[in-house]
């Protein structure tokens, strides 16, 4: 109850904090402070996020309709639905596109603030670091019943980052399919 009911929403009003500060800055100075290049960058990379994100979801949830309808179909399953879970396209990338792409949102929303103030930290940083904190338990969570359910998926975590794409992702060979 405590969770849900208490820190939860705490961590909603943390997270929305840096409108807060960019409001106050912003409305405090005379004349008004106008927007900035961070505050252009800031507004790419939400939406870029965004966008990400919702490719990511999407992209699982075609996956898992379809692995179901095959199964459900009696058909054989093969590759990443043999496997039982997606490998290809965002999560070829990173395993988890859609909770690396929430988590850079909230840092990105974090930037209006720095943006507004003109520092790089502000007491409104503690939601994006709260949130990215609860992924990173989540995240670790989530992999542990994964592995258990899906024998092949460890390899998969030897192959593919977590949430930070890096440039020596190795494909999947066809001995692992």
């Known amino acids: 109850f405590g969770f849900v009911s208490l ?8 997270i929305v904090a840096p409108s807060l500060v960019a409001y106050s800055v912003a409305t405090s100075s005379c004349p008004p402070q106008e927007l900035n290049s961070l505050d252009g960058l800031a507004t790419v ?20 309709t379809e692995k179901y309808r095959q199964k459900n179909a009696g058909e054989t399953l093969q590759g990443d639905y043999a496997d039982g879970f997606c490998q ?35 007491w409104s940083g503690i939601g994006c670091l709260l949130l990215c904190q ?11 019943i994964t592995q258990q359910k899906y024998p092949l998926y460890a390899a998969y ?19 692992q399919e």
């Open 134 to 144: 609860l992924f990173q338990s989540s995240g670790w969570f989530t992999e542990k």
């Open 157 to 175: 975590m030897k192959r593919v980052p977590l949430y930070v794409p890096h440039p020596f992702t190795q494909p999947k060979s066809s001995k």
């Open 88 to 122: 290809s396209g965002w999560f070829a990338v990173v395993r988890k596109p859609n909770y690396a792409a929430e988590q850079a949102i909230w840092i990105s929303y974090y930037l209006f603030s720095v943006a507004a103030t003109q520092q790089v930290w502000n």
């Open 7 to 14: 820190y939860q929403n705490i961590l909603l009003l943390l």
């Open 45 to 64: 990379l939400f939406l870029t996020f965004v966008l990400v994100e919702t490719l990511a979801d999407n992209q699982q949830y075609a996956f898992q």
